[in-house]
């Protein structure tokens, strides 16, 4: 795949649409923060660049270096956000203080099933003793700011764009090992139920509808995805 070309990848665009219209819906937090693409390469740290196609690289160079390293793959092309909402102590409110529900934990309830495992052929799920701890000096540096991945657009010379939505995730999962500063955004379907409570609770503002079966057009308002307003109750 052409570096050029892909290094053009700009983040894909909310439509216009009311989410309630979204068919299939998978439901996100709403994060708040840097919308930026991050580009890693094996042996280097990541290149964040924004909408816009500024370099935020050298304003969070922390991050940059532990999305590198927390990918499974030589290349990677993540969407995600820039925030210090990942690392805010998550509250429940149902049913006593509890913490919010993992997205690996909430995919595998959802969505996998007992087939977890499988997540594509030839490819290998990151296990859990391969999690890397976060060096305590770096998460200072960093502010308690971490990378929140919520799409994936290229595993090594595999391009995902013309993957749906839904499998793209399944493959996300398995290239990236959670760590204090790397996180994977939980979603789920309607009904929303606790989940929503619990993000309310969090400090989310709003949610993100993504059809299952979406495309991904880099730079391109996407009418399969739409935002809205967290409901008060």
Same mark, same amino acid.
């Given at each position: 795949?052409?570096?050029?070309?892909?290094?053009?990848?700009?983040?894909?665009?909310?439509?216009?649409? =009311?989410?309630?219209?979204?068919?299939?819906?998978?439901?996100?937090?709403?994060?708040?923060?840097?919308?930026?693409?991050?580009? $890693?390469?094996?042996?280097?740290?990541?290149?964040?660049?924004?909408?816009?196609?500024?370099?935020?690289?050298?304003?969070?160079?922390?991050?940059?270096?532990?999305?590198?390293?927390?990918?499974?793959?030589?290349?990677?092309?993540?969407?995600?956000?820039?925030?210090?909402?990942? $690392?805010?102590?998550?509250?429940?409110?149902?049913?006593?203080? +509890?913490? =919010?529900?993992?997205?690996?934990?909430?995919?595998?309830?959802?969505?996998?099933?007992?087939?977890?495992?499988?997540?594509?052929?030839?490819?290998?799920?990151?296990?859990?003793?391969?999690?890397?701890?976060?060096?305590?000096?770096?998460?200072?540096?960093?502010?308690?700011?971490?990378?929140?991945?919520?799409?994936?657009?290229?595993?090594?010379?595999? +391009?995902?764009?013309?993957?749906?939505?839904?499998?793209?995730?399944? +493959?996300?999962?398995?290239?990236?090992?959670?760590?204090?500063? +790397?996180?994977?955004?939980?979603?789920?379907?309607?009904?929303?139920? =606790?989940?929503?409570?619990?993000?309310?609770?969090?400090?989310?503002?709003?949610?993100?509808?993504?059809?299952?079966?979406?495309?991904?057009?880099?730079?391109?308002?996407?009418?399969?995805?739409?935002?809205?307003?967290?409901?008060?109750?």
């Amino acid at each position: 795949m052409d570096s050029s070309r892909v290094e053009a990848w700009r983040p894909q665009p909310f439509g216009t649409a =009311s989410a309630k219209g979204i068919r299939d819906a998978l439901v996100e937090p709403l994060w708040a923060g840097y919308r930026v693409l991050a580009f $890693t390469l094996a042996g280097r740290a990541a290149r964040l660049l924004d909408p816009d196609g500024i370099d935020l690289t050298d304003a969070y160079p922390g991050i940059a270096t532990v999305v590198t390293a927390a990918g499974a793959a030589d290349r990677l092309v993540l969407d995600g956000y820039v925030t210090d909402q990942a $690392t805010r102590s998550p509250i429940g409110v149902t049913g006593g203080e +509890v913490p =919010s529900p993992t997205a690996k934990e909430m995919t595998a309830q959802f969505f996998l099933g007992s087939g977890a495992a499988d997540v594509m052929a030839g490819r290998t799920k990151v296990d859990e003793r391969t999690r890397r701890s976060v060096d305590p000096a770096l998460a200072q540096a960093t502010g308690a700011i971490a990378f929140v991945a919520v799409d994936l657009l290229l595993v090594d010379d595999d +391009v995902m764009l013309q993957v749906p939505l839904l499998e793209r995730k399944r +493959v996300l999962e398995s290239v990236i090992a959670e760590t204090e500063l +790397v996180r994977l955004t939980p979603f789920i379907r309607e009904p929303l139920g =606790s989940f929503l409570a619990s993000w309310r609770a969090q400090g989310f503002g709003g949610l993100a509808y993504k059809s299952a079966n979406s495309r991904y057009t880099p730079g391109v308002p996407n009418p399969g995805w739409a935002t809205a307003a967290m409901p008060r109750r």
